[in-house]
């Protein structure tokens, strides 16, 4: 499942699942534990990289190609200062919808659907 989000007037495939948290934290040189702390006091870095993580595997996902770097991110976010909060949404939708379908799970509660 991924999201298509607009940046720029361009599409963009958009995924936070399991890759993309790998990512993050291989680019950040942090532990899956620091990952329940994103959005909190997040600095502008780690948003590029969120952000470069995210496209990435949506894009891995869709089956087209990326190649842009964190300071392509951070010319995106100078063009289209909305893009940032864009993509931030989608992080929180699909983080929030993946710990609620454990959560769900875990109390033998009902999964949360996949949007496609």
Same mark, same amino acid.
């Given at each position: 499942?991924?999201e298509v989000v ?27 534990q620091?990952?329940?702390? @994103? ?8 948003a590029?990289? @969120? ?11 869709a ?10 991110i ?29 959560e ?13």
């Amino acid at each position: 499942m991924y999201e298509v989000v607009i940046l720029n007037g361009k599409d963009y495939p958009v995924r936070f699942g399991m890759n993309a948290m790998r990512l993050f934290c291989k680019e950040t040189n942090r532990s899956l534990q620091d990952l329940d702390k @994103l959005g909190h006091d997040m600095s502008l870095d780690d948003a590029c990289f @969120l952000i470069k993580a995210g496209l990435t595997d949506g894009a891995r996902k869709a089956g087209k190609e990326f190649d842009l770097g964190v300071d392509d991110i951070a010319d995106i976010l100078d063009d289209d200062f909305d893009a940032l909060q864009k993509v931030l949404d989608v992080f929180s939708e699909q983080f929030a919808a993946k710990m609620g379908q454990k959560e769900g799970n875990e109390k033998g509660g009902k999964k949360t659907p996949k949007k496609k």
